[in-house]
Every structure is written in C-alpha cells, then in structure tokens.
T-cell receptor, first 116, second 114 residues
Framework: KAGVTQTPRYLIKTRGQQVTLSCSPI?????VSWYQQTPGQGLQFLFE???????NKGNFPGRFSGRQFSNSRSEMNVSTLELGDSALYLC???????????????FGPGTRLTVL | GENVEQHPSTLSVQEGDSAVIKCTYS??????FPWYKQELGKRPQLIID?????GEKKDQRIAVTLNKTAKHFSLHITETQPEDSAVYFC?????????????FGKGITLSVRP
C-alpha cells in the first residue's frame, strides 16, 4: 500500500499570505490528523478529521483551519501567515477510530513551510 | 490539558549497551501510549505502543513499560546499534469524545556511539 503523501514538500511564503497544504491518507484510512513540528515545541496537535467532520481540535488560533473530502483527502489552511508559523507540518492517517480509540497513526513526510 | 514530558532530552550510549527513555504524563485518563522514532529528515514512525490495560510490551530489542500509578512509561532498547540513533517521541492519548487528542513529548535525541 502506498503511504501517506503530502504536497507540496516545501513552501516559502511571506507574512500576511495564506497557504493550503494537502494530505492524502493511506487507502482505506478515514481519519486524518494534522501536527505542527518545530524545534522548540516538538509535535503539536492541530486537529483531526473523520468522515469530512472535524472531530478533535488542538490549541491553535482560528487562522489554522482544515477540511476533509469524501475520499478522505484533507487540506489544511493557514491564513494571515506569521513568522512563527514556520514549521514542518505533518499529517497522519489512521484506519477509522483515530485518536479517540488509540488507532495507530501513520505519518506523511511533511510540508516544510518557511514564512519570510 | 495533558502534559507529556520526556527525560533526558539527549542520551548517548555505546553500541551494544541498553538505552532507557522515560516519559511522564499528567492526565490519569490517558489510555494509549505510542512511541515514535524520527530519523533525520524523515517522518515519525511508530515503533511500539502500549495501552493502559497492559503493563509491559516487547518487540525484539524494544520494550515499553507503563506505571499507571506513577503516571510514567519508559522505552527500553537493548543491544543498541548505530541505526538506533534518532529522535524518539513518546505520546499519550486521551479518549474524551470531542476533546480527544494525542499529546507528544518534546523528543529525545539518542546517539549510539560505534
């Protein structure tokens, strides 16, 4: 089976712009979670989607949003970019139950976002 | 909310020695504890996990132990090899309906000296 894929792999934006990242889960996986990884804060949970609905949400401002499509693919959007948004954004997919029931999360390679 | 801490932040061992990485969590409702390994420039990969109804789990050279009373869990790697060098993340999951989340520790860098 193909693994989790993310596009683009690298992105450079300027402050104030907005960005959309894409994640394609493993075939058959219905839960997609998003994480922000930075050297200082480690991996921080953004949100989880299941069946096109946001099921869980971390402690990030409303500038961070996401959605999931009927084929389980997910997108994450960050509006009004700030310098501190520079990070590796990882998505992870799991079979069905997701975080709530301890489903194994399989990570994608990440999108490296640099905000100038 | 849940807080997961890892100690130490870096660990260096001689090849062939054992390595132990400890994590503590704050919320006693946590019920799932995975460990991820992330090599430089690569994605995190699950190496072992344990659920709250189990005290220990082994998979070849890797084992995880859970102490629910003390709210800590540990990763044990025996007969370490240079390819074990990576950043290891522990995490704790709480199943609380819409407030479920997976909280990660900040990671520990393990270096295995040849």
């Amino acid at each position: 089976k193909a693994g989790v894929t993310q596009t683009p792999r690298y992105l450079i934006k300027t402050r104030g712009q907005q960005v959309t990242l894409s994640c394609s889960p493993i075939s058959g996986h219905r839960s997609v979670s998003w994480y922000q990884q930075t050297p200082g804060q480690g991996l921080q949970f953004l949100f989880e989607y299941f069946s096109e609905t946001q099921r869980n949400k971390g402690n990030f401002p409303g500038r961070f949003s996401g959605r999931q499509f009927s084929n389980s693919r997910s997108e994450m959007n960050v509006s009004t970019l700030e310098l501190g948004d520079s990070a590796l954004y990882l998505c992870a997919s799991s079979l069905a139950a997701g975080i709530q029931y301890g489903d194994t999360q399989y990570f994608g390679p990440g999108t490296r976002l640099t905000v100038l | 909310g849940e807080n997961v801490e890892q100690h130490p932040s870096t660990l260096s061992v001689q090849e062939g020695d054992s390595a132990v990485i400890k994590c503590t969590y704050s919320d006693s409702a946590s019920n799932y504890f995975p460990w991820y390994k992330q090599e430089l420039g690569k994605r995190p990969q699950l190496i072992i996990d344990i659920r709250s109804n189990v005290g220990e789990k082994k998979d070849q050279r890797i084992a995880v132990t859970l102490n629910k009373t003390a709210k800590h869990f540990s990763l044990h790697i025996t007969e370490t090899q240079p390819e074990d060098s990576a950043v290891y993340f522990c995490a704790a999951s709480i199943a609380k309906g819409a407030n479920s989340k997976l909280t990660f520790g900040k990671g520990i860098t393990l270096s295995v000296r040849p």
